[in-house]
DNA sequence: TGTCCAAATGCGAAATATTCTCATTCTTAT
DNA sequence: ATAAGAATGAGAATATTTCGCATTTGGACA
């Protein structure tokens, strides 16, 4: 295990982050840090590369864009990261926070609600067996009015 | 009714095509006329802007891609194709014909199937409720790989 | 702890997909 | 047949994402 000394006689592990990252065979960068702190610590769970390249210009993180889309997509492949394409066509990302949701969006303010439900999940791989399909992934998002806009 | 003389003593109604354009509240246009035929006498349900205009091209119906994409957003609008955003990012439409449907996708091969179940649709207007939205649509796709790929 | 090298970054250019602008052409009501 | 407004085509513009390459950095190892 990595052990760095940052006081006199304290043994600190390296951070959360730095240990997600390598457990991910990605190499602990500080851009890579940062962007990982970054959606940690937001109370918006789903943004897109440049919501994420202008929120963290704002709290003084720059980060190039380009970084942030090419660590999204290896955040992506790692696991630690979701990639969605709702309405409009364009990627949002999401922390992976390990439990397997889908989504509900407002169409008139983009509000984004999470659900899981187990019959819907069961139905899907019905179909897939009676298509053929080995199921590799699936998006299912419901679009409508939330309570606050209608 | 309007009527058409195109041959001596013979009357002929407009075709189709014109009249749902027209029951659509848009004018027969040529380039309406030809994308939608098109759509109808095409084998391949599901289709890029691109498609389209490369499709037409190819069959000696040129229409500027700009009109491709005006078009196709119109025929939405008016609910003669649906638009549907799988991965990737661009859109691909289809003719709609009335009766709705999600989609099972091959990451292989593109291969695109149609299913429509009873419980999942009903499961999300549960859930729907349960969140206070009104649903005003929605997307499910189930991606996999299909028999001829695995 | 210092050195070295592959890997990562930042920047601007390029690629993609889509929309817009505007001069010209077409549709349709009269 | 005409005229007015709507639609089209062509290319410019925009938005999103990726790429190329010079420079920097992380971390393995001396
Ligand atoms: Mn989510
Ligand atoms: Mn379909
Ligand atoms: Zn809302
Ligand atoms: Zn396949």
């Known amino acids: 295990m990595t052990i760095k000394?940052?006081?006199?006689?304290?043994?600190?592990?390296d951070s959360?982050?730095?240990n997600d990252l390598q457990?991910?065979?990605?190499?602990?960068?500080?851009?890579?840090?940062?962007?990982?702190?970054?959606l940690e610590s937001t109370d918006i769970r789903h943004l897109s590369a440049e919501?994420?390249?202008?929120?963290?210009?704002?709290?003084?993180?720059?980060?190039?864009?380009?970084t942030i889309y090419r660590v999204l997509t290896q955040f992506e492949s790692a696991g630690l990261v979701?990639?969605?394409h709702f309405e409009g066509g364009h990627s949002?990302?999401?922390?992976?926070?390990?439990?397997?949701?889908?989504?509900?969006?407002?169409?008139?303010?983009?509000?984004?609600?999470?659900?899981?439900?187990?019959?819907i999940e069961e139905?899907?791989?019905?179909?897939?067996?009676?298509?053929?399909f080995n199921i590799t992934d699936h998006a299912l998002t419901i679009y409508g009015i939330c309570s606050d806009c209608k």
């Open 16 to 18: 959360n982050e730095t």
């Open 5 to 13: 000394h940052y006081l006199p006689g304290i043994m600190m592990k």
């Open 92 to 119: 949002v990302f999401e922390l992976n926070e390990g439990k397997h949701h889908d989504h509900i969006v407002c169409v008139k303010c983009g509000k984004v609600e999470e659900f899981y439900d187990e019959t």
């Open 23 to 38: 457990k991910a065979g990605l190499k602990a960068t500080l851009p890579r840090l940062k962007i990982l702190k970054f």
């Open 51 to 66: 919501d994420v390249y202008k929120s963290m210009l704002d709290s003084g993180d720059e980060v190039g864009l380009a």
């Open 123 to 132: 139905r899907q791989h019905v179909i897939a067996d009676k298509n053929g």
């Open 82 to 84: 979701t990639r969605h």
